[in-house]
């Protein structure tokens, strides 16, 4: 299915191509197309971006305009969100306290120490940001929810990989090369696997202008809370001239207390779906 975005050599590149394996697959994945960029489509952009035939896609906007989903605009070419499509992202939005708790415990760690921060969770061999919060610095590197980055280059990556076996990593890894991304990316696996003893030894990760030149970032786990591996993941980035390895670490107890405050909220909603069943 369609990805919102993937970053590629440090680039944001967009996946135009609605794939499904199912009639409403597709239907939802040209939903993503086009809910990916602020604009109208008009069903010949939507061929332009897209690739589909003409009479495909005609027959896709008619199901959706249909459905409520989508709606034609006045001068009757372009296509825009309908009102049931809208109302379903409200209640998505107004309905979700535990991704609203988990947003406010991020807000308030960029308040704190004044960087960008987000939480990630680990998907196959990527990375994919659940939620992030920028920093009001001018200076900054842009990578909104629904990102994804390499695991083994990416800090939030590397702290998953220490939680696996040998066995574990080596089977991920054996299906995901380890591309150099800038000159200082871990291509070799055993240079990657002492990396790795290391975090696992330390409890934090630090990506240090692997996956992008000129930005710094230090990642810890979000406890289980069940002595479990997890898979949600906090971390701070910045650019180089702001945050150096040294000062970065100054910030892991800033870090440490906002991922036991989200695994805290991880806990009571997981008590409160124990209670509902």
């Known amino acids: 299915m369609i990805r919102p975005m993937k970053i590629v050599k440090g680039l944001p ?26 604009q109208r489509y008009s069903l010949q952009g939507l061929v332009e971006e897209t690739g589909l035939p003409k009479p495909t896609l005609h027959r896709m906007l008619q199901q959706l305009e249909g459905a409520g989903l989508l709606q034609r605009e006045g001068d009757g070419r372009h296509y825009g969100i309908g009102t049931r499509l809208r109302r379903l992202a409200e209640n998505l939005l107004l309905n979700d306290s535990l991704h609203g708790a988990r947003h406010t415990v991020l807000r308030q760690l960029v308040e704190e120490i004044g960087e960008s921060c987000n939480l990630t969770a680990l998907s196959g061999s990527e990375v994919v940001y659940l939620d992030r919060v920028e920093t009001a610095a001018p200076l900054r590197f842009y990578l909104h929810s629904g990102s994804r980055v390499p695991v083994h280059c990416s800090a939030s990556g590397k702290i998953f990989l220490s939680q ?37 030894k330390d409890g934090y990760a630090i990506d240090h202008e692997e996956f992008l030149p000129g930005l710094l970032c230090i990642a810890t786990l979000v406890p289980s809370g069940d002595d479990a591996p997890s898979n949600l993941c906090i971390a701070v980035q910045a650019p180089v001239m702001r945050l150096d390895a040294a000062k970065a670490k100054t910030l892991l107890p800033a870090l440490q207390r906002a991922a036991k405050a989200l695994s805290r909220i991880d806990a009571g909603a997981a008590f409160s779906d124990r209670a509902q069943a």
């Open 164 to 200: 696996m076996s040998p066995a574990q990593r080596r089977r991920l890894l054996s299906n995901a090369p380890l591309e150099p991304y800038t000159p200082k990316t871990l291509t070799d696996t055993d240079a990657l696997e002492k990396e790795v003893q290391r975090i696992r």
């Open 13 to 38: 590149v967009e996946a135009a191509e609605p794939a499904g394996d199912t009639p409403t697959m597709r239907l939802f994945a040209l939903l993503e197309v086009m809910a990916a960029k602020d």
